[in-house]
Nanobody
Framework: QVQLVESGGGLVQPGGSLRLSCAISGNSFSWITMAWYRQAPGKERDLVARIWSGGRTSYADSVKGRFTISGDTGKNTVYLQMNNLKLEDTAVYYC????????WGQGTQVTVSS
């Protein structure tokens, strides 16, 4: 059974940085795609960034140039580097992974506040 555990969330001032980590365990073969989603209070869960097993990445327009997703199938951790954080980045961030089926982590809170 695959498990995804996020860490690295917290409180940060506008303009600051955080790095989220998603630790992967229980997998017997490589993932197809990994992604970070976020959900702000009262809003839907939205895709933030995705990485494919070949290394291709994609980002939501709202985070392009500020966030970077990284990781490879040989390592059991995927990261989301978040720079120049804005108030509107406040949300619970979830790690997502796809093998034969999809898996979700429990989420980590990111709060951007002055």
């Amino acid at each position: 059974q695959v498990q995804l555990v996020e860490s690295g969330g917290g409180l940060v001032q506008p303009g600051g940085s955080l790095r989220l980590s998603c630790a992967i365990s229980g997998n017997s073969f490589s993932w197809i795609t990994m992604a970070w989603y976020r959900q702000a209070p009262g809003k839907e869960r939205d895709l933030v960034a995705r990485i494919w097993s070949g290394g291709r990445t994609s980002y939501a327009d709202s985070v392009k140039g500020r966030f970077t997703i990284s990781g490879d199938t040989g390592k059991n951790t995927v990261y989301l580097q978040m720079n120049n954080l804005k108030l509107e980045d406040t949300a619970v961030y979830y790690c997502y992974g796809l093998w034969l089926r999809e898996y979700w982590g429990q989420g980590t809170q990111v709060t951007v506040s002055s």
